[in-house]
């Protein structure tokens, strides 16, 4: 069968970070926003207990630096850390091979590279994430299948939504058919 979209490019840093950095503000992002809120709050009690005791402004700018410090590690620097340590794994398995074909059919995506081929059903993309170079596609296991948005040879961006929404429409049609 020939694939109706075909997607070539080579994973680079920048590409994985980009992509690994989108999946973690989808994913980790409400979770540290709401967690750097909490702080926030718990400052603000913290800061209102000290003044109305009397106690001195320095303990309350002390406070503020520390919540701004632990604030700033969650929403930027542990996502980065797990972009790094995301990227050395990858380079630990895959080595200089970081080529990835992935081709399109109709019930299926297959992804070519680093001397395996993996193939995701189109009923597995949960979701479509978009950053300003990549296309990402999220399968129920987790997974991110990154395309080049400029790395099509044959189809495009549209043709793949197109595609996997097309698909899981006709799965939704005949399973209210059951």
Not at 70 to 92: H, T
Request: proline share 2%; with cysteine.
């Amino acid at each position: 069968m020939e694939p109706l979209v075909e997607n070539r490019f080579t994973i680079t840093k920048e590409l994985y970070y980009e992509g690994t950095l989108r999946v973690t503000r989808e994913s980790f992002g409400p979770f540290a926003k709401k967690a750097t809120l909490a702080l926030a709050a718990a400052w603000a009690v913290l800061a209102a207990a000290t003044l109305l005791s009397r106690g001195s402004a320095v303990f309350v700018l002390i406070e503020l630096v520390v919540i701004a410090l632990v604030g700033v590690w969650l929403n930027v620097f542990f996502p980065k850390s797990k972009a790094r340590r995301g990227w050395r794994a990858l380079e630990d398995r895959c080595g200089t091979d970081l080529e990835r074909i992935t081709r399109f059919y109709e019930d299926r995506l297959e992804i070519d590279g680093a001397g395996a081929e993996v193939t995701i059903p189109y009923e597995d993309v949960e979701r479509f994430l978009s950053s300003e170079h990549l296309l990402i596609l999220l399968s129920t296991d987790k997974k991110g299948v990154l395309l080049d948005r400029n790395g099509f040879v044959m189809g495009g961006e549209d043709l793949v939504r197109e595609l996997i929404e097309q698909y899981r429409a006709a799965l939704d049609g005949a399973d209210e058919d059951e």
